[in-house]
């Protein structure tokens, strides 16, 4: 009879599935850090890319016409068709266009506020700006 009993016990008893739920658990408090910095560090380098893009295109502005883009004339029209680019690209960080400013009678500064980026027409500060 205690023979037929334990016969038909299957599956695991409830210490060996809390403690397969605390590794997982502690494997997971250790990876999540590493996961969400990487992804930082991807959203910056994906940032400084765009503005690469867009100072490469403002530079092409600047052959072809002389001068630099007015920031209304740059906001106008949304600076995408201005740019002969596809499409203006955006911080990846909020989804926001970057800041363009006249400098000068004849320079630039593109600056992402999220990662404090900034790029002129003659430097660059990617290790970004303390402000």
């Not at 490469?56 to 906001?75: D, G, H, R, V």
């Amino acid at each position: 009879m205690l023979a037929s009993v334990h016969k038909d016990q299957r599956g695991f008893t409830l210490v060996e599935l809390v403690v397969v739920v605390l590794i997982i658990g502690v494997l997971a408090g250790i990876a999540m850090p590493r996961l969400a910095s990487a992804w930082d560090d991807a959203k910056t380098s994906a940032c400084k890319a765009n503005l690469k893009q867009i100072e490469a295109a403002l530079e092409l502005y600047y052959f072809e016409n002389n001068k630099y883009p007015t920031e209304s004339e740059f906001k106008n029209t949304d600076g995408k068709t201005l740019l002969k680019l596809k499409s203006l690209p955006v911080c990846p960080q909020n989804k926001e266009p970057y800041v363009y400013l006249l400098s000068g009678s004849n320079g630039y500064e593109l600056q992402c506020t999220d990662h404090g980026i900034t790029i002129t027409d003659t430097t660059e500060d990617f290790e970004g700006s303390s402000s």
